[in-house]
């Protein structure tokens, strides 16, 4: 049995960095892909877990206060010990999800952005207490860990923080392939240095350099490529606008234009030619330059990522306003209104949760988990409908049999310092391939109340996909194995 102790944090505020109580404590942090954040946490839970762990398999855990569930956090330390003032934790590993361009690019350039919880500025008492201390015993779909027949014991309290710090991440987790993110990078404007950069395309450069600045993670599976899992997304359009237009459906060369254009008429989504056909508009919003899920969506659609999109902001339907920056470097921009967009797939699922009449009507584009947040009823975000994509519905079972193709590849980086860097379990890349190795066996379609291979499970194991498409970049035609 594992057991995990939760703290949830509920302040947090500017600290510098700690002294953590053992010199001999191997910190991790991790960043990059918002979609991907209940996997990899799971896969951090079943790695601290494990024989790795000399205290018993206890995990110790305390998240920002973003989510009542720790896999929905924005950030998180996990750790083999207690933490805090004279704590016993000797792995440490620090979670904040940035996005994917985001993860990638801080990565390769050694960027100190990310904002991770200080393990030092929380109260060792409070942690301490919990030894010995029983919670809930949960069968092996708990929240908490994804491993087949593992149970979790949870306990969880509040406590305050008073610290968080900066750090470059050690492990990037992200929907797209290095490529695709260097291919947006390179139309960007960089207004100042970043980390040994002085422009943008000289970053994109040495995030695809044969060098070997970052490789793929992990040591199972297709190493190669760096595949952990398969991320599928869903067009979604806004709260009522399926029952005032009859829209269902959204096709491939559909998505290019409302992409391209910003909107497009009701008649191209339904074939119609009523009035309401021809005066309905459908307005794009969507995620900024640091999400994933625009990579994967832009270029399944064949637009690409290299094109200036129009998005439009919600419920006012204004564009995006013009040199906005990536969510965590602030001199990295674009310069067109429109190209920009919401900061979290939680944003764009509140904007389509807004009340909508004709003539104007949203729709969007999402990863699986907030699609579902952005088509429930009885709250704020309600009434969304999801549409089926070249006429096919979303499953699992129809993204596994080649039939629906609105879907990436989840890939895990490191940089390539650190990769194998040592014979020990737990050397920093050691820990990183382990928790890459454990999303690809286990938690890929782990989704965020901890349950597997749900229809609202944000990825999907790789080894069950029947189907496969070029790497490099993402949209490419889908083989059958």
């Keep these: 049995m594992k057991s995990l102790k939760a ?29 991907f954040r209940a996997p990899t946490t799971a896969a951090i839970i079943d790695y601290l877990s494990s024989t790795n762990n000399p205290n018993g398999g206890v995990v110790y855990a305390a998240w920002d206060g973003t989510s009542t569930n720790l896999l929905g956090s924005n950030g998180a330390i996990l750790a083999n010990g207690t933490i805090g003032s004279g704590g016993t934790a000797t792995i440490i590993i620090e979670t904040y999800w940035t996005g994917s361009a985001a993860g990638v690019i801080d990565l390769v350039a050694g960027n100190n952005s990310g904002t991770y919880l200080d393990p030092s500025s929380l109260p060792s008492a409070d942690l301490t207490t919990f030894n010995g201390e029983s919670g809930a015993t949960l069968a092996s779909s708990s929240p908490y860990g994804g ?48 980390g040994g950069y002085s422009t943008a395309s000289a970053l994109a450069a040495a995030i695809t350099s044969t060098a070997g600045n970052i490789v793929p993670a992990g040591t199972v599976g297709d190493v190669t490529n760096g595949f952990v899992g398969v991320v599928p997304f869903e067009w979604v359009i806004g709260n009522g606008a399926s029952a005032a237009t009859g829209v269902s459906n959204i096709t ?43 990579l994967d969506s832009f270029e399944e659609a064949q637009f690409g990522v290299t094109a200036n999109p129009k998005q439009y902001s919600l419920p006012a339907f204004t564009l995006f306003p013009a040199n906005s920056t990536l969510n965590t470097e602030p001199t990295i921009k674009w310069t067109p209104s429109g190209h920009s967009g919401y900061a979290t797939g939680g944003n764009v699922a509140s904007a389509l949760g807004n009340a909508e009449t004709a003539p104007k009507f949203a729709i969007g584009y999402l990863g699986i988990s907030d699609a579902a947040t952005a088509t429930k009823t009885g709250s704020g975000n309600d009434n969304g409908t999801a549409l089926t994509y070249n006429g096919v519905a979303y499953s699992v079972a129809a993204v596994q049999d080649g039939s629906y193709t609105l879907w990436g ?71 059958h194995n």
């Design 409 to 479: 590849y989840e890939h895990a980086y490191e940089l390539a310092a650190n990769a194998n860097n040592g014979s020990s379990t737990t050397t920093l890349g050691s820990i990183i391939n382990a928790i890459a190795d454990g999303i690809y066996n286990t938690d890929a379609d782990i989704n965020g109340s901890g349950l597997h291979a749900q229809s609202n499970s944000p990825g999907i194991l790789y080894s069950t996909l029947n189907v496969s498409r070029t790497a490099s970049v993402e949209g490419q035609p889908v083989t």
């Design 147 to 194: 491993g087949t027949g593992l149970t979790s014991t949870v306990k969880t309290s509040t406590v305050a923080a008073s610290g968080t710090v900066s750090a470059p991440p050690d492990l990037a987790m992200s929907d797209s392939n290095q490529n695709t993110v260097a291919l947006e990078l390179s139309t960007a404007t960089l207004t100042s240095p970043l």
């Design 7 to 35: 703290l949830t944090l509920g302040l947090l505020a500017a600290a510098s960095i700690g002294t953590l109580a053992s010199a001999q404590v191997t910190t991790v942090h991790v960043a990059g892909s918002t979609a």
């Design 252 to 294: 491939q060369q559909a998505a290019r234009a409302v992409i391209a254009g910003g909107k497009i008429a009701q008649a191209l989504l339904t074939g119609g030619n009523t009035t309401a056909d021809v005066t309905n508009q459908f307005y794009l919003t969507g995620r900024n330059e640091d999400s994933g899920t625009r």
